[in-house]
Structure formats: C-alpha cells, structure tokens
C-alpha cells in the first residue's frame, strides 16, 4: 500500500457539490491499494501513520503523534499512487482492482478508528474535490513494499 500522509489544519472532500468529509486538526491520507496489498499491511501502514511523530510539542519540535495532537484523519482512495510514469500517458496496471481495493481501504480505515480515531472518508471511484490547509507543510510517503 502507498500512501501521501499531509499534516493539516483542515481538509475536506466534496463529491457532487456536497461535503461527504471534513476534519480539523490532522492528516489527510491519500490511500494507494497495489496488486500486492493484503489485509497485513493496512493495519501495518495504519499503525505506522498514527505513531508518527510530526506534530509540534511545547518546544516547539515535532514529537508528538496524532493522539497527543487530538487530531483526526480524512482518507481519500488514491489509485494513481500505483501510476507507471514510464510514458506522458500514465498506466495504472500495479494499482488493484475494486473488488481487492475496497476490502483493503475499508479495512485502514477500520483499524484507525478501532485505535480510537475519528475517521473521515471520501467515496472509492468518485470524483472528488479534496481541499486542505497543508500545516507546516509537513507530507510523509509510505510504501509497504519500500
């Protein structure tokens, strides 16, 4: 699994004109599900994100994890994460299928909020509008293959 994990103020999703998600404080997750992925490595990659340490503590330094922050995560499906830049015209053929995908997305998202996190999400296959307040920037990539 890939995913593009952005320490934010705010973010949203907007799918037909209506807001589906929307957090504070926290990290928008922009989720890549590969043809490799399996249920072992959304809870390792979920785990991995909240136990990152980014977030400014009282010296100012990033030491804290999301829970110390109170923050909350808006997770995005992300299929182009798998693109093949090899051409102008990027192919997606390492990216999984929908029926692999989806159980693999909904199962992240499952595990963040098992861990006691409010959890936001846009809609597997929409097209979306994802607005957030990038804080820091701080933007953290991971690959559970890398």
């Not at 799918?15 to 390792?44: F, H, P, Q, R, W």
């Not at 994890?65 to 995005?76: C, D, F």
């Not at 390492?94 to 909020?113: H, N, S, V, W």
């Amino acid at each position: 699994m890939r995913a593009v994990v952005t320490r934010v103020k705010s973010a949203s999703v907007t799918i037909d004109g209506k807001v589906n998600g929307s957090i504070k404080t926290g990290y928008l997750v922009l989720l890549g599900v590969g043809l490799e992925d399996n249920e072992g490595d959304a809870k390792k990659l979920a785990e991995k994100i909240v136990n990152l340490r980014v977030f400014r503590d009282e010296n100012d330094k990033m030491n804290l994890n999301l829970s110390q922050a109170g923050g909350e995560i808006l997770v995005i499906s992300q299929f182009t994460l798998y693109a093949d830049t090899s051409s102008r015209r990027p192919g997606f053929t390492g990216a999984a299928r929908p029926d692999k995908a989806i159980p693999l997305y909904e199962l992240f998202m499952e595990t963040l909020r098992e861990k006691g996190f409010h959890v936001e999400h846009g809609e597997f296959g929409a097209d979306m509008d994802v607005e957030s307040v990038n804080q820091g920037p701080v933007t953290i990539i991971f690959d559970t293959r890398g």
